[in-house]
């Protein structure tokens, strides 16, 4: 937990989206002062009064993290038009922008002209290396990627990717930042992209594609296997440790099932890369609306963050 002091507090969230808002609140959970930042006056003013009528709610459920009232937290959040402002004085930068390229390029390259020699430049980027947009920069030694879970708040896992020419120091410091506001890091070696927990998933969702589309289950079907067994599971251990309790220790899984599970692969698993082809969607868009329609989404998405907090707290209570 931060404290007051001559410790810097000051935080900067460029992009006021649902994922800069998520940042802010986590750090404001925390004791930093978060400074929102938005090209958009009205989407700021939205984000700023959302992030408070969010920590409300939370706080009214018992889902609150951190230390102090929502309005106590909500009230250490500032918002501003002004990029310049925003980055003043702050010793850590998260950007929160759309997934676009050349989007990023620019907004690095802004930020790159009112960065101090020490400020950290972190990118909220899913895919995308930092790499791709701040090669040129003259503070790149300072830039890396902290890709956050939707919704962060109460996923907390953070993937810490780092360019070849980002400092080491800075990945440490980002890293021990991220553990010290209550998120879990990973830091990746090396840069590649999609980095890690997109590759796990993209690999889940080619299998349930692969299902679906050959006819050997539902979509309610192939969502059940993660809902009511994978995802129950995973949710206490990974799959290497799964692994390592089936059996006598992974070398004795591997002794015991490697030959099996090949065997699988050859005959079920297709070529790589699996296209996810708008005749399949359409197929099972159709079958998900009839328990799921479109309009329907944000009610699920809001359940959704509601079992989230659920499981988050029942893991965290767990562990202590």
Known sequence: MAEQGSKN??????????????WAMIFAGAGYQPCLFDVDEGQLSRALEGTRQTL??????????????????????????SLQECLDGAFYVQECVPENLDLKKKVFGEMDSLATDD???????????????????????NTLVAHPVNPPYFLPLVEIVPAEFT?????????????????????????????????????????????????????????????????????????????????????????????????????????????????????IEQELQSTLPLEKLQDRRVWRDGMLAGLAKYKNDSNK
Not at 9 to 14: D, F, G, R
Request: proline letters at 3%; aromatic letters at 6%.
């Open 9 to 22: 507090l000051k935080v900067a969230i460029v992009g006021s989206g649902l994922i800069g808002q998520n």
């Open 56 to 81: 409300s709610k939370y706080e009214k459920e018992g889902q609150l993290r951190g230390k102090g009232t929502a309005s106590e937290q909500a009230d250490r959040i500032k918002g501003t038009n």
């Open 167 to 283: 400092c080491p120091e800075v990945a440490k410091k980002t890293r021990s930042l991220m553990e010290e506001i209550g998120q879990s890091p990973i830091t990746l070696k090396y840069e590649c992209r999609g980095f890690a927990l997109n590759r796990i998933q993209y690999a889940c969702i080619n299998e349930c594609w692969n299902m679906y589309k050959t006819g050997l289950l539902s979509a309610e079907d192939i969502d059940k296997i993660c809902t009511d067994g994978l995802g129950l599971r995973y949710a206490i251990i990974g799959p290497l440790e799964t692994m390592h309790l089936n059996a006598n220790g992974i070398k004795d899984y591997c002794e015991r099932y490697a030959q099996g599970a090949v065997e699988v692969q050859k005959e079920t698993f297709h070529p790589l890369p699996v296209m996810y082809d708008t005749e399949t969607a359409e197929k």
């Open 119 to 141: 400020m950290i430049l972190a990118s909220s980027s899913s895919c995308l290396c930092a790499s791709s947009f701040a090669a040129d920069l003259k503070h790149k030694q």
